[in-house]
């Protein structure tokens, strides 16, 4: 059975500083792997994917994701963290080929202050 | 292209009665999915469609719950004599093919009194 752990329920950083939210996996198989972002009011958007490729995912503002076999790690970074990056973030597991089947961590709330 | 839509958005019914949800998916994705996500919680699988055929269903999906998708469009999902534990948020996504990436639709929230 797949599984995600996202191990802060809540961030909070101030603006211009990084962001670090952390995600650990478990997966029978090779996974995919995902972040989304959810603002409230919106759907879930897709920030980036890792499928087997380049273990530094690049993703959109500014977001990146290592994949880490060894750590069973796919932490999400960003640089420097913009008031707009205040959201709910979703770290997703997909076994390989079976896209239809997303399995979701509990989130992290990020508060970006001034 | 609009992306995905649902309707309603929001939801306020009284236990026991029946609701109905829709969802329009991005036009040319012949996959449709819906998730249901409770306060706090990340989004959980209920059910897909590849086209018109319902190809899987989660255990969370009980008797009162029924998903179609009639011409492989649109889909409704309909929870009948509603429970206080349906509250939840209802979300639905498109994608094309298996392994595409999934597209989600806002949600309908419910409200169960």
């Known amino acids: 059975a797949q599984s995600v752990t996202q191990l802060d329920s809540h961030v909070s950083v101030s603006e211009g500083t990084p962001v670090l939210l952390r995600c650990n996996y478990s997966?029978?198989?090779?996974?995919?792997l995902f972040w989304y972002v959810q603002h409230p009011n919106k759907g879930l958007q897709l920030l980036l994917k890792y499928t087997s490729a380049a273990t530094l995912v690049k993703g959109i503002n500014g977001f990146e994701a290592e994949f880490k076999k060894s750590e069973t790690s796919f932490h999400l970074t960003k640089p420097s963290a913009h008031m707009s990056d205040a959201a709910e973030y979703f770290c997703v597991v997909s076994d390989t080929g079976t896209a239809s089947k997303l399995t979701f961590g509990t989130g992290t709330r990020l508060q970006v202050t001034l | 292209d609009t992306g995905v839509s649902q309707d309603p958005r929001h939801k306020i019914t009284k236990r026991g009665q029946n609701v109905t949800f829709r969802c329009d998916p991005i036009?040319?994705?012949?996959?449709l999915y819906w998730y249901r996500q409770t306060l706090g919680q990340g989004p959980e699988f209920l059910t897909y469609?590849?086209?018109?055929?319902?190809?899987?269903k989660s255990r969370l999906l009980s008797d009162r719950f029924s998903a179609e998708r009639p011409k492989g469009s649109f889909s409704t999902l309909e929870i009948q004599r509603t429970e206080q534990g349906d509250s939840a948020m209802y979300l639905c996504?498109?994608?094309?093919?298996?392994?595409?990436?999934?597209?989600f639709g806002a949600g309908s929230r419910l409200t169960v009194l």
């Open positions: 469609f590849q086209n018109e055929a319902q190809l899987e």
């Open positions: 997966s029978s198989y090779s996974p995919s």
């Open positions: 996504a498109s994608s094309l093919g298996s392994v595409s990436v999934l597209t």
């Open positions: 036009s040319e994705h012949n996959r």
